[in-house]
């Protein structure tokens, strides 16, 4: 045990457990029960195990309820490394909601007394919990729902163990129906619970880019706020789709010349560009975006202060909590959250970028891009060195060009909430142009099934492409063939790469939204660069599902784009599934009425019941002010 902890024992019926405890070294105990000295004397060995705790240091203390812990002076404006709550018990015959009622009272008031990287432990008997850990499981309505309750307080379950009773040698249960008989501890359960972190308020981030000879000012659709500059590809990240991507490079580096550009990319892309490239994507999945402010950046610029616009990061971050603006009304949250597809007008011409294909189409083209992959510009291009590689393999480029170059940035999808539907995404992009007659389809599709195969990948032909698959996740990367531009002789090769979904297959995470978690335990497992198949361990166990409708009415038209975009927002990215249940329309109202069943989930915060009602009500103020829905 660590030096100096402070442990606070609660309900304790004949001290037995706190004096165990009390032996230890370097640990000062607190122990507690709700009865009056006399009543806790009568129990049997209560007064030697009192004195035991005394002789040690600690303190013992009459008369405290667990679930009003503060109303105790002794506990005023103390903190405890460890809150310890043995087979807690309403007593009597009481049933599993007053039990619940007890465990959620006892979280709520000793959370308060909690270190911030305190640990709160739970012991109960086998079925009691509600988790999966208990063998056999309850029906859930039947248990006590411990990570639920524990969620009201903004706890986590980080652990469940067998509770170890042969560790505390003098340790006696008591008070099974308020009474000295023990409870049946020999397959209980150990949960430990610590804090989570708090849900972020949402902000609304202001960006400034150089977009195609203009510099534009727009604001990031608030769903998406949080995605943005966090560096997740940086030289020297430890993220997951950091590591991926250096994990895929090397493999590939293995048969061909790699090399990556660190060239910066605007966020912000001009349909037009898209469309130049012919890149094959639904203007439905786009992110519109409506212009703040856009001006032509002079011809007299340098070329000096173009190269700083495009190397630096032209993000101007203005900050400001959405509750703040709110208060101007719904009208002064258009330009920051309005999603509109409107490519005849002046909004409609910019969107958050889909892919990266047009840059690389883009760089393709230019000569100086060729130089700089001959290393000429060192500062942005980072090659991919492995040992003992071909660089002139089945798959050799022509005059010198590496066979396989690229780029990997952030792309944007406006796609609807579902569990495997990601908003935003990294994506690897990798390009070159072969010999067709060398089969690059083919020989890159067997490279990419070695090293992804054992992770769950699928290789599938379709039209003349590779399309790669996972279980559930659905599409994860695809390898494309196009015209060279030298008749046929030549092929461009494609190979483009979800590297979160990668990610959550690679390190078997439960969740692709932990990847945007800033909570440091979930980065702690990364920091030694674990190779890929090494599983992620939970941080938050066992996080409980919460179901609710919302049914409404709308007018002629309806955005359903812009109710999935509400929901990420007002639910903070806790909801993982919209089903439409029922749709109405009137006859004579020219109205429709919907209703969707929402689910509630989160891997990465603690999620309660009261918590996900709130984002839900949330929700409906959302729709009223900004879809002009009439919730029913």
């Known amino acids: 045990m660590s030096p100096s902890r402070s442990i606070l024992l609660v309900g304790e019926g004949n001290f037995s457990f706190s004096a165990s405890l009390s032996s230890e070294t370097e640990t000062r105990v607190t122990a507690t029960c709700p009865q009056r000295q006399e009543d806790a004397l009568r129990h049997e060995g209560a007064a030697e195990n009192i004195e035991m705790i005394r002789d040690s ?69 086998n079925g009691q919990g509600g988790t999966p850990a208990d063998q056999p499981k309850r029906e859930w309505h039947n248990s006590w729902q411990v990570a639920a309750m524990a969620a009201e307080a903004h706890l986590i379950l980080k652990d469940v163990h ?34 989570s972190l708090p849900y972020s308020p949402t902000e609304i981030l202001t960006v400034e880019e150089a977009v195609d000879g203009d510099q534009v000012l727009y604001n990031m659709p608030a769903e998406l706020s949080d995605c943005v500059f966090r560096g997740f590809l940086c030289s020297g990240s430890v993220h997951p789709v950091r590591l991926v991507q250096d994990f895929l490079l090397k493999g590939l580096a293995e048969k061909w010349s790699v090399s990556m550009t660190t ?81 005849e007008g002046e909004s409609g011409l910019y969107m958050l970028r889909p892919s990266l294909l047009s840059k690389m189409e883009e760089l393709l083209t230019k000569k100086e891009a060729y130089a700089a992959w001959h290393g000429v510009d060192e500062r942005n291009n980072e090659s991919v060195e492995v040992e003992g590689h071909k660089k002139d393999g089945p798959l050799g480029g022509r005059n010198g060009v590496p066979s396989l170059f690229g780029i990997s940035g952030l792309v944007f999808k406006n796609v609807p909430v579902n569990l495997w539907n990601l908003p935003a995404f990294h994506e690897l992009l990798l390009g070159g142009v072969f010999p067709s007659a060398s089969e690059p389809i083919r020989l890159i599709g067997q490279r990419l099934e070695t090293l992804l195969a054992p992770y769950g990948v699928s290789l599938v032909t379709e039209q003349g492409c590779l399309r790669l698959t996972a279980l559930q996740k659905g599409l994860v990367g695809k390898v494309c063939a196009g015209n060279a531009g030298d008749g046929i002789s030549s092929v461009r090769v494609t190979v483009s790469l979800n590297l979160d979904l990668l990610s959550v297959l690679l390190f078997s995470l439960p969740d692709w939204r932990l990847l945007w978690s800033h909570d440091p335990r979930f980065l702690q497992q990364f920091e030694l660069r674990p190779p890929p198949g090494k599983p992620f361990q939970p941080f938050s166990l066992f996080p409980e599902h919460f179901s609710f409708d919302i049914s409404f009415w709308t007018g002629p038209t309806w955005a359903e784009r812009k109710f999935h975009a509400a929901i990420r927002e007002a639910s903070h990215g806790t909801v993982e599934q919209v089903k439409l249940v029922d749709t109405f329309s009137h006859p004579d109202l020219s109205q429709t009425s919907y209703c969707y069943r929402l ?6 915060h603690a999620l309660s019941h009261t918590q996900a009602l709130q984002f839900h009500k949330d929700l409906e103020t959302f729709l009223t002010s900004r879809l002009q829905v009439t919730i029913r």
Request: proline share 3%; hydrophobic share 35%.
């Open 57 to 125: 240091g600690g303190l013992v203390l009459f008369e405290v309820d667990c679930t009003k812990l503060q109303q105790s002076a002794p506990l005023r404006g103390c903190l405890f490394h460890r809150v310890v709550f043995n087979f807690p018990h309403c007593g009597r015959k009481s049933g599993v909601k007053k039990n619940r009622e007890l465990l959620k009272k006892f979280f709520l008031s000793c959370v308060q007394l909690l270190s911030e990287d305190g640990e709160v432990h739970v012991s109960l008997c």
């Open 162 to 195: 067998p509770f170890e009773k042969e560790k505390y040698q003098s340790y006696k249960c008591t008070g099974y129906r308020s009474q000295d008989k023990g409870f049946h501890v020999e397959k209980g359960l150990l949960h430990v619970f610590t804090r």
């Open 263 to 343: 060239e910066t990319v605007p966020f912000l892309l001009k349909a037009k560009q898209l469309q130049a490239f012919g890149c094959d994507v639904d203007s439905a999945d786009c992110y519109w975006i409506h212009l703040l402010q856009k001006d032509v950046i002079s011809e007299n610029d340098t070329s000096t202060d173009k190269e700083r616009d495009t190397q630096e990061t032209l993000a101007r971050l203005s900050l400001d909590k959405v509750d703040r603006v709110r208060s101007k009304g719904a009208e002064s949250l258009r330009s920051a959250c309005l999603i509109d597809i409107d490519p």
């Open 599 to 604: 689910i509630y989930h989160s891997n990465t």
